[in-house]
């Protein structure tokens, strides 16, 4: 299957490209700086900017699904929210806008968005904790992708909606709970196993149109 990923060297992308790339589909990872991704037999690059709707049509042209896994490092977010809708909080709606424009435009209808649990359909699930961080010090972020999924919902699309709880670099478990009712097991999840959630999903397709809360 030939599957572009938008965030591809952030963690979460980065697992998710090994993981499609050990299933045998054809990859193409988006991304800003080549150098930032390590070449990999069976992937192919596209450098370009989620901001840019022509650098986006590019990548999602002559593909079958889509991937995005879009966000900033909280230390570039900053603690404070943003006052006005430039600059990096802001990527995640932005970018996937363009990303479903390009979706529609080329036929391409299978779309597995990653977003956070605790937002959108599993916010009165999460806990007190999670809820006050959020509110102190990751409210731009968490509104950035609230609008996000709300964009990803309208599309017409063939989506699905993965929140994960907090991640780790850890090696894989190989076993983890996916719920659409916002149940959740462990607080901590590995990026290697939320990638092979990721990979079977978006071509197996078992939650079309469904928020998966995803945890250990």
Same mark, same amino acid.
């Given at each position: 299957?030939?599957? $572009?990923v938008? &965030?591809?060297? &952030?963690?979460?992308?980065?697992?998710?490209?090994?993981? +499609?790339? #050990?299933?045998?589909?054809?990859?193409?990872?988006f991304?800003?700086?080549p150098?930032?991704?390590?070449?990999?037999?069976?992937?192919?690059? $596209?450098? &370009?900017d989620?901001? =840019?709707?022509?650098?986006?049509a590019?990548?999602? #042209?002559? !593909?079958?699904?889509?991937?995005?896994?879009?966000?900033? @490092?909280?230390?570039?977010?900053? +603690?404070?929210?943003?006052?006005?809708?430039?600059?990096p909080?802001?990527?995640?709606?932005?970018? *996937?806008g363009?990303?479903?424009?390009a979706?529609?435009?080329?036929?391409?209808?299978?779309?597995?968005?990653? *977003?956070?649990?605790?937002?959108?359909?599993? =916010?009165?699930?999460?806990?007190?904790?999670?809820?006050?961080v959020?509110? +102190?010090?990751?409210?731009?972020?968490?509104?950035?992708?609230? /609008? !996000?999924?709300? %964009?990803?919902? #309208?599309?017409?699309?063939?989506?699905?909606?993965?929140? @994960?709880? &907090? +991640?780790?670099d850890? @090696?894989?478990?190989?076993?983890?709970?996916?719920? *659409?009712?916002?149940?959740?097991?462990?607080?901590?999840?590995?990026?290697?196993? %939320?990638?092979?959630?990721?990979?079977?999903?978006?071509v !197996?397709? /078992?939650?079309?149109?469904? *928020?998966?809360?995803f945890?250990?």
């Amino acid at each position: 299957m030939k599957i $572009v990923v938008f &965030g591809a060297t &952030g963690g979460t992308g980065r697992a998710v490209v090994h993981a +499609l790339l #050990a299933g045998g589909h054809a990859v193409t990872a988006f991304v800003r700086d080549p150098a930032a991704l390590a070449s990999l037999p069976g992937l192919h690059t $596209v450098v &370009g900017d989620a901001m =840019r709707p022509g650098d986006v049509a590019r990548a999602v #042209a002559g !593909q079958e699904a889509v991937v995005v896994s879009l966000g900033i @490092p909280q230390r570039r977010a900053g +603690l404070v929210p943003s006052a006005t809708p430039e600059g990096p909080p802001y990527v995640c709606e932005a970018g *996937t806008g363009n990303v479903i424009a390009a979706m529609q435009a080329a036929g391409v209808v299978r779309l597995v968005c990653v *977003t956070s649990f605790g937002i959108g359909d599993t =916010r009165a699930a999460a806990p007190l904790l999670f809820r006050v961080v959020f509110r +102190l010090f990751m409210r731009a972020v968490m509104a950035d992708k609230e /609008r !996000q999924e709300r %964009l990803v919902k #309208a599309s017409g699309l063939e989506w699905t909606l993965v929140q @994960p709880v &907090g +991640l780790t670099d850890r @090696p894989a478990a190989g076993h983890w709970v996916a719920s *659409t009712s916002g149940k959740t097991g462990r607080s901590m999840v590995s990026r290697a196993d %939320l990638g092979a959630f990721i990979a079977a999903e978006v071509v !197996q397709g /078992r939650h079309i149109r469904e *928020t998966v809360a995803f945890s250990g």
